[in-house]
């Protein structure tokens, strides 16, 4: 079955309660009934099609081609800040409400960044769509019982694909395990725990795990984005740690479990062919520093083979490129650039460690003032000199940012980046300036070496998964559950791929916690799970005024000898949006509140909205 196999059926839904009819769309040859479809092979594979509607484009697939949960975090601010009706704009000076919230309804045309947009109802949506193949496939007329098995595996990771995201942005949502009625007692309708979603997730992700059609990986292009078991062991671990998260676990401890699910997801997955992408295999592009591996690893798409040269993917998206070579690369005052785009922030920049494996903040306490000015360097590092900032720093930085006298190859010709101050590069703090980065910073993560308007590489999609995550998910579940040995051989294990120190075996486990959320942050910046993270380690009660209220930029002066200085800004004068304990979660849209919580006499709306 390819998944371009054009579909034949849309089921027409917004929201929990509007998701309950059965109307579908007309076909060539007229009106089809649901036995019409399930009494036709090439239907029913059309109808599994559908399920998988609506997965998300990520990266800069936003309105505005904006990677707007990467703008929306402290690892990233957008040029797009003064953009009076853009995504971002509306996030950063907090114009949104449980009505109209951009983050959740923004929906663009551009590179198909609709799929980028309502998530409430698109996902539910797409949940129906699942559990309706489900209860009728078992009856239907397919062209095998192995095409049978290997179908009723994927609507079941597609579904737990849709609940886990659901959980991401919204938290409680209710477990909805068969189609809905119209005549069905909404009464009873509620919000279930993230650990009763997890655990249905779970219950999902095992009935895919148990059928022996369902590959552990995509070996051929036509098959491009169809579940795996890869994919059902990494949402059932990833659903897991998310339950016992701080923001989601409801005082219960479920990290014990956590550490569980993610050990036997991690050893599931490698041994059945999934390691770290260990050896760069284009040297002439990504040179051979410590990070190349890592640095190709994110701008390649993974190949389709039975021995792949990328067995880290876990999932890959397997539309359009990322589209950013002319925005989110340099991008500033370049020839053939449509913007600058988003920047990494001096708050990421400053998470990269030192080479010999010593942070450069105190990870307790990373600045001594609100606003970031006052860096808290963390005392034992004698190598990190303030006067030499990017000197000797973890290989990944060199990966993920570009920086002042960083030397390109644009247009076949080689520039040197001037951040300085009256240099071509300089940030600027003009909000009608799009062509310039507010941080003194650029993106190079994602973005392929040499790509510019005369060599227009693109040849990146969106990874959802891939293993690193997955062993730092376990790293992180481990140090909570206080089993630290494995918690740093895990995290070692990343950390090695670009020839980083081990973490030191006499960190409290508190110190542990921290550097594993941090090792995330550094190995898996842009990829949209800072956004994430931050929240589900916040208490319920909590807020991101410690890391999102003020983020800050390098001012590099030249000076007469030809050396620089280095002071810190901060990008606004006034505090970003988006940091309120509101924040923490999206609301639920508020006509589908409106509807539900006369229904159930239950709250449904989300703190704060």
């Given at each position: 079955?390819?998944?371009?196999?054009?579909?034949?059926?849309?089921?027409?839904?917004?929201?929990?309660?509007?998701?309950?009819?059965?109307?579908?769309?007309?076909?060539?040859?007229?009106?089809?009934?649901?036995?019409?479809?399930?009494?036709?092979?090439?239907?029913?594979?059309?109808?599994?099609?559908?399920?998988?509607?609506?997965?998300?484009?990520?990266?800069?697939?936003?309105?505005?081609?904006?990677?707007?949960?990467?703008?929306?975090?402290?690892d990233g601010w957008t040029s797009e800040d003064g953009t009076d009706g853009n995504l971002i704009f509306d996030v950063y000076k907090d114009n949104v409400s449980a009505s109209n919230h951009a983050m959740r309804d923004y929906e663009?045309?551009?590179?198909?960044?609709?799929?980028?947009?309502?998530?409430?109802?698109?996902?539910?949506?797409?949940?129906?769509?699942?559990?309706?193949?489900?209860?009728?496939?078992?009856?239907?007329?397919?062209?095998?019982?192995?095409?049978?098995?290997?179908?009723?595996?994927?609507?079941?990771?597609?579904?737990?694909?849709?609940?886990?995201?659901?959980?991401?942005?919204?938290?409680?949502?209710?477990?909805?395990?068969?189609?809905?009625?119209?005549?069905?007692?909404?009464?009873?309708?509620?919000?279930?725990?993230?650990?009763?979603?997890?655990?249905?997730?779970?219950?999902?992700?095992?009935?895919?795990?148990?059928?022996?059609?369902?590959?552990?990986?995509?070996?051929?292009?036509?098959?491009?984005?169809?579940?795996?078991?890869?994919?059902?062991?990494?949402?059932?671990?990833?659903a897991i740690l998310y339950a016992a998260s701080p923001l989601h676990n409801e005082g219960e401890n479920h990290w014990e479990e956590a550490y569980q699910t993610c050990k036997q997801a991690v050893t599931a997955l490698k041994s059945?062919?999934?390691?770290?992408?260990?050896?760069?295999?284009?040297?002439?592009?990504?040179?051979?520093?410590?990070?190349?591996?890592?640095?190709?690893?994110?701008?390649?798409?993974?190949?389709?083979?039975?021995?792949?040269?990328?067995?880290?993917?876990?999932?890959?998206?397997?539309?359009?490129?990322?589209?950013?070579?002319?925005?989110?690369?340099?991008?500033?005052?370049?020839?053939?650039?449509?913007?600058?785009?988003?920047?990494?922030?001096?708050?990421?920049?400053?998470?990269?460690?030192?080479?010999?494996?010593?942070?450069?903040?105190?990870?307790?306490?990373?600045?001594?003032?609100?606003?970031?000015?006052?860096?808290?360097?963390?005392?034992?590092?004698?190598?990190?000199?303030?006067?030499?900032?990017?000197?000797?720093?973890?290989?990944?930085?060199?990966?993920?940012?570009?920086?002042?006298?960083?030397?390109?190859?644009?247009?076949?010709?080689?520039?040197?980046?001037?951040?300085?101050?009256?240099?071509?590069?300089?940030?600027?703090?003009?909000?009608?300036?799009?062509?310039?980065?507010?941080?003194?910073?650029?993106?190079?993560?994602?973005?392929?070496?040499?790509?510019?308007?005369?060599?227009?590489?693109?040849?990146?999609?969106?990874?959802?998964?891939?293993?690193?995550?997955?062993?730092?998910?376990?790293?992180?579940?481990?140090?909570?559950?206080?089993?630290?040995?494995?918690?740093?051989?895990?995290?070692?294990?990343?950390?090695?791929?670009?020839?980083?120190?081990?973490?030191?075996?006499?960190?409290?486990?508190?110190?542990?916690?921290?550097?594993?959320?941090?090792?995330?942050?550094?190995?898996?910046?842009?990829?949209?799970?800072?956004?994430?993270?931050?929240?589900?380690?916040?208490?319920?009660?909590?807020?991101?005024?410690?890391?999102?209220?003020?983020?800050?930029?390098?001012?590099?002066?030249?000076?007469?000898?030809?050396?620089?200085?280095?002071?810190?800004?901060?990008?606004?004068?006034?505090?970003?949006?988006?940091?309120?304990?509101?924040?923490?979660?999206?609301?639920?849209?508020?006509?589908?509140?409106?509807?539900?919580?006369?229904?159930?006499?239950?709250?449904?709306?989300?703190?704060?909205?």
């Amino acid at each position: 079955m390819k998944l371009k196999y054009k579909f034949l059926i849309i089921l027409m839904s917004a929201g929990i309660l509007s998701s309950c009819s059965d109307v579908l769309n007309v076909a060539p040859d007229g009106t089809l009934t649901m036995e019409e479809i399930f009494s036709d092979p090439d239907r029913v594979e059309a109808l599994l099609n559908t399920c998988y509607n609506n997965i998300p484009t990520k990266g800069y697939h936003y309105r505005f081609f904006e990677p707007a949960i990467v703008s929306a975090s402290d690892d990233g601010w957008t040029s797009e800040d003064g953009t009076d009706g853009n995504l971002i704009f509306d996030v950063y000076k907090d114009n949104v409400s449980a009505s109209n919230h951009a983050m959740r309804d923004y929906e663009s045309s551009d590179v198909g960044g609709a799929a980028n947009s309502a998530y409430w109802s698109r996902y539910f949506t797409q949940i129906r769509l699942c559990s309706q193949f489900l209860e009728n496939i078992e009856t239907a007329a397919v062209k095998s019982d192995a095409l049978r098995a290997r179908m009723t595996a994927e609507a079941h990771v597609l579904r737990a694909f849709f609940y886990m995201e659901l959980i991401k942005w919204f938290g409680k949502v209710p477990v909805i395990e068969k189609t809905v009625a119209f005549d069905a007692d909404f009464s009873l309708f509620e919000r279930a725990s993230v650990y009763d979603v997890a655990k249905f997730i779970a219950q999902d992700c095992d009935a895919a795990l148990a059928v022996g059609e369902l590959p552990w990986r995509i070996t051929v292009q036509s098959e491009s984005l169809r579940a795996t078991k890869a994919l059902a062991w990494t949402l059932k671990s990833t659903a897991i740690l998310y339950a016992a998260s701080p923001l989601h676990n409801e005082g219960e401890n479920h990290w014990e479990e956590a550490y569980q699910t993610c050990k036997q997801a991690v050893t599931a997955l490698k041994s059945n062919g999934y390691e770290l992408f260990t050896t760069c295999t284009n040297t002439t592009l990504f040179g051979d520093y410590g990070a190349a591996s890592f640095h190709q690893l994110a701008c390649q798409e993974a190949d389709y083979s039975a021995s792949p040269r990328d067995k880290e993917t876990i999932y890959q998206h397997n539309q359009g490129g990322l589209f950013i070579w002319h925005i989110g690369y340099i991008g500033s005052n370049m020839a053939n650039t449509y913007k600058v785009g988003t920047c990494p922030t001096q708050e990421l920049v400053d998470a990269f460690e030192t080479t010999d494996g010593q942070p450069v903040l105190n990870l307790e306490q990373p600045y001594l003032d609100e606003r970031h000015l006052q860096p808290n360097y963390y005392a034992p590092n004698t190598t990190y000199k303030p006067d030499d900032p990017y000197k000797n720093r973890d290989p990944r930085l060199y990966a993920t940012a570009y920086m002042n006298e960083d030397i390109i190859i644009w247009d076949n010709e080689a520039v040197t980046i001037e951040a300085y101050v009256g240099g071509k590069h300089a940030p600027s703090f003009d909000q009608n300036n799009r062509s310039s980065s507010r941080t003194g910073y650029f993106q190079r993560k994602m973005t392929t070496p040499r790509a510019s308007g005369n060599n227009q590489i693109n040849n990146a999609r969106w990874k959802f998964y891939r293993l690193a995550e997955l062993i730092l998910d376990y790293a992180e579940a481990a140090a909570e559950a206080g089993h630290a040995d494995e918690a740093r051989t895990a995290a070692n294990e990343v950390r090695a791929r670009v020839n980083m120190p081990p973490l030191p075996v006499d960190l409290s486990k508190e110190q542990l916690i921290l550097r594993i959320h941090n090792e995330r942050r550094v190995e898996l910046a842009w990829e949209e799970q800072r956004y994430f993270d931050l929240r589900r380690w916040q208490s319920p009660n909590g807020d991101l005024g410690e890391t999102c209220k003020w983020l800050t930029a390098m001012i590099i002066t030249k000076e007469s000898d030809g050396g620089f200085s280095y002071s810190r800004q901060n990008i606004w004068t006034t505090p970003r949006g988006g940091w309120q304990n509101r924040s923490l979660l999206l609301p639920i849209p508020l006509a589908e509140v409106s509807r539900l919580e006369p229904l159930t006499n239950k709250t449904w709306q989300n703190p704060g909205w």
